[in-house]
Every structure is written in structure tokens, then in C-alpha cells.
């Protein structure tokens, strides 16, 4: 998800101000049933690395939805002293209820969580977040606020006419930092549609894990931001005092939801019950490769100091020019939108120019959730294929759904979710690859901070590639050509749609 236009921002949170009620059933003994291993800690599973780890950085990528967030559950269950959380979004639904679940539980063993948010997708009752906020090991801080959290619609309104470029910039860097040593960056925000989770939508989405030096890196990043002028305490955001901080049970309803089976599809309680031996997976699947060469970029705190007005650029941004202007042979990027300008459609025509192979995957009309965004691509794309680019448009029935999605949710449902592209990556050369937060937009390159990795590895590279290879295949996408697109898969409304959002300028899609 992404916001893209002042009305759509204004309706978009007023439509969010009415909270998703999420049921709380009989609490069972299934979390008694899982029972950690106490001899195990995140230093004891590193204990083996720890010299590796000094010097090098290891690098795993992260394909698969339900994989992601176990993987994110077993860093939290056995951190020991800080988890530092990064999101764009973070939903107050069944996964990011469970989330929180862990995260209350890790900060009753005494472990420091802070966590860092964008205002203008904060989906939570206010209560419920301060709520969240008062455990003592607990802080909440809530980035460029203003635009939503404690805001009615009338303020909103005032904050977009009076400060557009200020109401605009949003932080959306994703990082999950437990004890300074492992850390997971890339796509997914906290909800349900982006680990397979969602009944109607789902992403196809990719994160990376990276343990040990670059994890410092992403450290210093982190607290550049919740040090920054930007980053206000939520309760100095919110103009109201916690009603249940003192409550003797405050969380109990909350550790009820995450402890019933009913809440969680088999496959999940699964994977939770196995979670002991989450890491020494990772570490045995021969897929954990240890590398010199793994560099983190993230754009500071206001992205640029607004001399430019909507534009002004930022460090993801240069770093990403650089590599496209240094490719040699080839290009294949996975972006969900794909709102290009004179500046980008030049620098991947100078590298066709001289021999470059480009690909890029994007969303189809028919797999998009922001119509807003595919109608600024629409406009362009003769322009950006004339330029020697091959695109192709992702399926909202892509036969990839069967591999990456879970197979019991597809199974349970009575009919198929949408499955959309979400995954930001771009691998050069067959050698570079790049995962992180940044879409192929003005809005990336200009407003928002984004966050992004590069791997010089051909091993990790091959194994992304591998993915990609699939993605570019004709049961997962269809290829856009000057003679044909495949617009036509959606009915006239969405088409119509899509149509009206043309007068919408590009800078701000």
C-alpha cells in the first residue's frame, strides 16, 4: 500500500479512523504447549558465527510470507536485550495482534523495545496504542505526525493545504534490529497481507536477513531517526492520557487472542510450535552465505532539505543511479509501481544504448491495489518501452501463488485471494542484488526516506534470479508490448477508474 494524492490521503484516513474490531476468544493452553527452549538464546545460536560475524555479514533472503514472520517471531522470542522496529505500516490485525503479542512478552523478560512508526499509516485506536506504549520497557515514537494519529479530518485537511511537502514525506525504511546483531529489512510492513495472511489480497513480496557488521550500520540508522526532531513521543502526539496503564491486566486480553489456535490457519501454529528450531534451519539450508561485500543505505531523517520543492533526490536515490549507469550486461528489477520520468527513462535507454538487457516486473491493472499509481504508468509505458525496456505485468492469478502463498489458506477459502507484487529488488550484472523499500516513483526517489541493501554476491543473486526467472514466466505475468497490454483482464469500472486518476500530478504518486 502506498499513498499517493492529497484526497486519496484525506479519505484514506477518515475511512481508518473507524477501527477493525478483532474477536477475543477463550484463551486455550496452546502457548502452554509451545515451550521455549530456555537453554537457547540469540547469542548461543550465534555462539558458532561470532567470529564471522565481526568482520563479514550474513546474508539470507526471505521468499516466503509465513517464513518471514516466523522467522521475525523467533528473533523476538529469544532476543535478550534490545528490539528496535522500524514500519511504514503497522496494522492492528490478526498479524500485527500477534505481533504485539511477542513483542509485550519479550519486554516482560526485561528487553528494551522501541519502535518507530509513520503517522500517516498508524491503523490503531488510539487507546490501544498508548495502552501498548505504557509498558515500562516499551516506546513508541511516531514519525513527521500531524497528518493522522490524534487528528480529526479537519486538521488533516489543514495540514495538507498548509504544509504539502512537510504532510508528503514519509519514513518508509522497514527494519526489525534485535540485540544489534540480526537484523531483517526489505518489503513487508506489519499486516496481514504481507506474509500470506489476508483473505482477499496478498503480496508477493521478499525481505533479507542479515546477521553480524552490516547489522551495525542499519543500528546507526535506526537511531539516527528516533533521535531526530521528526520522531515525537506518542504521548506527546496524542493529546490524551492512557485509561488502562495502570490496569492490573492490561494485556490479557491481547495474549488471549495470540493463544487461541482459532486465530492462527494450521500451517502457522505449525511453524510456531517447530520455533525453537527456526535458526538452526536457516543456518543448515546452505542458503546463509557469509559475505565482506554487503553494504546498507538508508536516506536520513526529511530526505532532502526541500530546495527542490517535491524533488530534491536523497542517498537510496544516487546509489540506485549509480548502479544502473554501471551495469554492463543486464538489469531485472521487481518494482510494484513503476512511475518513471525524463530522468529514468534516459538512464535506462543509455544503458540499452550500450547493451544493457532490462527487465522489469510490475503490477498489472489487474493485480494493482493503487490505481492511482498504474494510471501514471499507464500514461508513460510506450514512452518507457520505446526506450528498449521489456515490462512485464504481474498476474493476479500468477500460478507463483501456489508456491510462495500457503497452501491451507488457499485451501480453507472458498475462492482465490488476489495476489499482487510488492517486492522492491533489482539484480545487476547477475552479480549485484539490491533489496529494500524503494519503489521505481517519484514519491521514492524525492519524498519518502527509503532503506535499501546491495549484495555483491553471485550466490545470492542466483537464488533471487531464480525467483524472478519464475515471476517473468507467462503463467505468473503477461509481457506489455507496443501492440498489446493486458488492461482489458479488469471491467470497465476499475478501468474507468484508473482513467480519472490521469490529472493527478506524477511528483506526489
Given at each position: ?5 492529497y ?5 484514506s484516513?477518515l475511512?481508518?479512523s473507524c477501527?477493525k474490531?478483532?474477536?477475543i ?13 530456555d537453554s537457547?538464546s ?5 555462539a558458532?558465527?561470532k ?9 539470507y533472503v526471505l ?9 521475525r517471531?523467533w ?8 528490539i528496535?522496529?522500524?514500519y511504514f505500516?503497522f ?10 503479542d511477542?513483542?509485550i512478552r ?6 528494551k523495545?522501541?519502535i518507530?512508526?509513520d503517522d500517516?499509516?498508524v491503523?490503531?485506536d488510539?487507546?490501544?496504542?498508548l495502552?501498548?506504549a ?7 515514537k511516531i514519525?513527521?505526525p500531524?497528518v493522522?494519529l490524534?487528528?480529526?479530518i479537519f486538521d488533516?485537511?489543514?495540514k495538507f493545504?498548509?504544509?504539502?511537502r512537510s504532510a508528503?514525506?514519509?519514513?518508509h ?5 534485535v540485540?544489534?546483531k540480526v537484523?531483517i ?11 500470506d ?8 513480496d ?6 553480524g557488521?552490516a547489522s551495525?550500520t542499519v543500528e ?7 533521535n531526530s526532531n ?10 490524551e492520557?492512557?485509561?488502562?496503564a495502570?490496569?492490573e491486566?492490561?494485556f ?6 495470540a ?9 502457522v501454529?505449525e ?9 538452526e ?7 546463509l552465505?557469509?559475505l565482506?561485500d554487503?553494504?546498507?543505505i538508508?536516506d536520513?531523517?526529511g530526505?532532502?532539505d526541500?530546495e527542490?520543492?517535491?524533488?530534491g533526490?536523497?542517498?537510496?536515490t544516487t ?11 543486464s538489469i531485472?528489477?521487481q ?9 529514468s ?5 543509455d ?6 538487457k532490462i527487465?522489469?516486473?510490475t503490477?498489472?491493472l489487474?493485480s494493482?491495489?493503487n490505481?492511482?499509481?498504474f494510471?501514471?504508468y499507464?500514461?508513460d509505458?510506450?514512452?518507457l518501452?520505446?526506450t528498449g525496456?521489456r515490462?512485464?505485468?504481474f498476474?493476479?492469478?500468477?500460478e ?13 477459502l ?5 495476489f ?5 529488488s533489482?539484480?545487476?550484472d547477475q552479480?549485484t542484488?539490491?533489496v529494500g523499500?524503494f519503489?521505481l516513483?517519484?514519491?521514492?526517489a524525492?519524498?519518502?526516506t527509503?532503506c ?5 554476491s ?6 533471487v534470479?531464480e525467483?524472478?526467472?519464475i515471476?517473468f ?6 509481457e506489455?508490448t ?10 470497465n469500472y476499475?478501468r474507468?477508474?484508473?482513467?480519472t486518476?490521469?490529472?493527478l ?5
Open positions: 500500500m502506498k499513498i499517493t494524492t484526497c486519496f490521503i484525506v479519505l484516513l475511512m481508518m477501527k474490531e478483532q474477536p476468544t477463550e484463551a486455550t493452553d496452546f502457548c502452554a504447549n509451545i515451550h521455549k527452549d537457547t540469540l547469542s548461543k545460536a550465534l558458532a558465527v567470529e564471522d560475524m565481526n568482520s563479514k555479514t550474513g546474508v521468499e516466503d510470507g509465513s517464513g518471514s514472520m516466523v522467522a517471531a528473533l523476538t522470542e529469544y532476543a535478550e536485550e534490545t528496535d522496529i522500524q505500516i496494522s492492528m490485525d490478526n498479524v500485527g495482534l500477534i505481533a504485539c511477542y513483542l519479550a519486554a516482560d523478560r526485561g528487553v523495545v522501541r518507530l512508526v500517516i499509516m491503523d490503531a488510539i487507546q490501544d496504542v495502552t501498548f505504557s509498558h515500562q520497557n516499551i516506546t513508541v514519525y513527521n500531524g493522522n490524534g487528528k480529526n488533516k485537511i489543514q493545504a498548509t504544509d504539502f508528503n514525506q514519509r519514513m525504511n522497514k527494519t526489525f534490529i540485540d544489534g537484523v529489512t526489505g518489503g513487508r510492513n506489519i499486516a496481514d497481507e504481507y506474509f495472511y489476508d483473505h482477499e489480497y496478498n503480496f508477493r521478499r525481505d533479507i536477513l542479515l546477521i557488521k551495525k546507526t540508522s535506526f537511531n539516527q531517526f528516533w521528526l520522531s515525537v513521543d506518542v504521548n506527546t502526539v496524542v493529546d492520557a492512557p485509561k488502562h495502570n490496569a491486566h492490561k490479557e486480553k491481547l495474549h488471549e487472542y493463544c487461541n489456535p482459532e486465530n492462527f490457519w494450521p500451517q501454529r511453524r510456531i510450535a517447530t520455533l525453537p528450531q527456526t535458526f534451519t536457516i543456518k543448515a539450508s546452505g542458503k552465505v557469509w565482506d554487503v553494504e546498507f538508508s536520513e531523517p530526505k532532502n526541500g527542490n520543492g517535491l524533488g533526490g536523497g542517498i537510496s546509489a540506485l543511479i549509480d548502479l544502473v549507469k554501471n551495469a554492463k550486461t531485472d528489477i518494482t510494484p509501481y513503476l512511475i518513471t520520468t525524463a530522468l527513462q534516459n538512464l535506462f535507454k544503458a540499452v544504448d550500450r547493451g544493457v527487465r522489469i516486473l503490477n498489472s489487474a494493482t491495489d490505481v492511482e499509481a494510471s501514471s499507464q500514461s509505458r510506450e514512452t518501452l520505446k525496456v515490462i512485464f505485468e498476474r493476479p492469478d500468477a507463483e501463488q501456489t508456491r510462495i502463498m500457503t497452501g491451507e489458506l488457499r485451501e480453507q472458498e475462492h482465490q485471494p488476489i499482487g507484487l510488492h517486492a522492491k533489482m539484480v545487476i552479480k542484488t539490491v523499500t519503489n516513483d517519484p514519491r521514492s524525492n519524498l519518502n527509503e535499501i541493501v546491495i549484495v555483491n553471485e550466490d545470492i543473486s542466483k537464488g534470479l525467483g524472478m526467472e515471476e514466466q507467462p503463467g505468473n505475468s503477461w506489455t507496443l501492440d498489446f497490454n493486458p488492461d482489458a483482464e479488469v471491467g476499475k474507468l477508474k484508473t482513467w486518476r490521469k490529472i500530478p506524477k511528483a506526489i504518486l
